[in-house]
């Protein structure tokens, strides 16, 4: 967790929001980066990130155990590559005068100072919170200490949908993908039953959202 600040008042909604292919894009830039410094090819081409990172010499699959590495060093060193998702920073501009918004980022601990800074030099100021693994208990940590009146998650994961459905069900779900390398290939979480909606532009979802905090007021 990072930026800490004094808790909001607690009749004020509250929307909690992923930052990766969300808020800015990432896969794009970390695709860039495998095949100019790492020697990997990145190419997706069904919803297993897993399987699509092959070293380009030999053509064989990237083990999991490198994968991960490949993502923390990507974070340690790379995050200025990162460029917002079209219509982000405007929409969260417009939600946080009717909520309070938060970050919440599936980063190491180490990175959450890394992940505000980020989040301000592109006009995101809110506080950040780090988690890894899925989300539920982290959703509902946050839920318990604002204490909203209302409160929506926005993920671009359908796994992360799911966790937030069990754990703190009375949250409401939008699953936004705005990263069209991954969009087209990933689990939808509203045909799963587990998100409220599937708006993959912050030109629609920005109305879906504003909607759901007027009708709760």
């Known amino acids: 967790m990072s930026n800490p600040e004094s808790r909001p008042p607690e009749s004020r909604p509250l929307v909690i929001c992923d930052c990766d292919e969300v ?7 970390f695709r860039d980066w495998l095949d100019e410094d790492q020697g990997v090819e990145f190419r997706m081409e069904g919803n297993d ?15 999991q155990r490198e994968i991960w590495r ?10 200025h590559r ?18 309070e918004v938060v970050v919440l980022t599936n980063l190491l601990d180490k990175h959450g100072d890394m992940r505000a800074k980020q989040l301000a ?21 946050i839920v318990d200490e604002y204490e909203p009146s209302f409160a929506i998650f926005i993920d671009d994961l359908a796994q992360h949908h799911e966790s937030v459905s069990e754990v703190a069900p009375d949250v ?31 030109g629609k979802a920005l109305p879906w959202i504003l909607d759901q905090l007027e009708d709760a007021a």
């Not at 808020?23 to 830039?29: E, G, K, P």
């Not at 990162?82 to 909520?99: C, D, F, K, Y």
């Not at 100021?125 to 890894?132: C, G, K, P, S, Y």
């Not at 069209?180 to 532009?201: E, F, Q, V, Y």
């Open 23 to 29: 808020l800015l894009h990432m896969v794009s830039h």
């Open 49 to 63: 990130f897993a399987s699509a990172m092959r070293v380009k010499e030999t053509g064989e699959l990237v083990e």
């Open 70 to 79: 490949l993502l923390r060093a990507f974070f340690d060193t790379e995050m």
């Open 82 to 99: 990162q460029n917002p998702i079209e219509g982000s920073v405007l929409a969260l501009r417009e939600i946080g005068e009717r909520a």
């Open 121 to 141: 030099e592109v006009g995101i100021h809110a506080r950040v919170f780090t988690n890894q693994g899925p989300k539920g208990e982290a959703v509902k940590r």
């Open 172 to 202: 409401r779900r939008l699953h936004l993908c705005g990263e069209p390398m991954l969009s087209p290939h990933i689990t939808c979480a509203h045909k799963a039953g587990h998100a409220h909606a599937r708006i993959d532009n912050w």
